[in-house]
């Protein structure tokens, strides 16, 4: 696994800035634009905290039988958003019973009956964030494409036009400039979890 961070110029004892905390022990769900690390944080987040992890595309590209980028090109954004909103709410409704540790879609906590479902669900949801500038290097750096990155302006934009709903979360954790391990240690004690 690659660590898409640079070396944390975090020191011991630093923490977070949190909005609140927590402390009972749920389900965490990771939001955040391209680039935030949501996959690679939440990877770390599940083996520090001993529950599984879940990439909520994953499940998307299961159900749908067809990958990501697939789903873009032969039905268009809004056939993603229905199988996004689909595969979510599967996934939600097992969390009763299984508590685990979920990366979301950048776009996925920005659609308002997403966003919902999720605050019903009870569940710890926390934004990662970082410099525009920041995200869109870590996005030219990845040999995957993806189908909502554009050109930089454009970019820019959709950041700038999703920040709005991610700062929703229960939780935002700057990721900028930190390795992943010390951004997993951080959503972890911001959550009350260590």
């Not at 022990?25 to 599984?52: C, D, E, W, Y």
């Not at 920005?110 to 919902?116: C, H």
């Not at 934009?157 to 954790?173: D, F, G, N, P």
């Amino acid at each position: 696994m690659q660590n898409r961070f640079r070396k944390s110029r975090t020191g011991p004892g630093s923490r977070p800035v949190v909005r609140k905390r927590v402390s009972a022990l749920r389900s965490v769900i990771l939001v955040g634009f391209m680039g935030a690390g949501k996959t690679t944080v939440g990877q770390a987040l599940s083996r520090r905290l001993g529950l599984p992890f879940e990439d909520l595309d994953d499940r998307i590209e299961q159900r749908e039988r067809k990958t990501i980028k697939q789903i873009f090109r032969d039905s268009g954004e809004a056939e993603f958003r229905r199988a996004e909103s689909a595969a979510l709410q599967e996934l939600l409704s097992e969390l009763g019973s299984v508590t685990r540790v979920v990366a979301l879609g950048g776009g996925a906590f920005v659609q308002a009956g997403n966003a919902a479902l999720i605050g019903e669900a009870k569940v710890h949801s926390v934004f990662l964030d970082a410099p525009v500038e920041e995200l869109l290097r870590r996005c030219e750096e990845e040999p995957v494409e993806r189908p909502m990155r554009r050109d930089p302006k454009q970019f820019r934009e959709l950041y700038e036009t999703r920040r709005q709903s991610y700062m929703k979360a229960m939780v935002r954790i700057e990721t900028g400039g930190k390795d992943v391990e010390t951004v997993a240690a951080e959503v972890a004690w911001s959550l009350g979890l260590e």
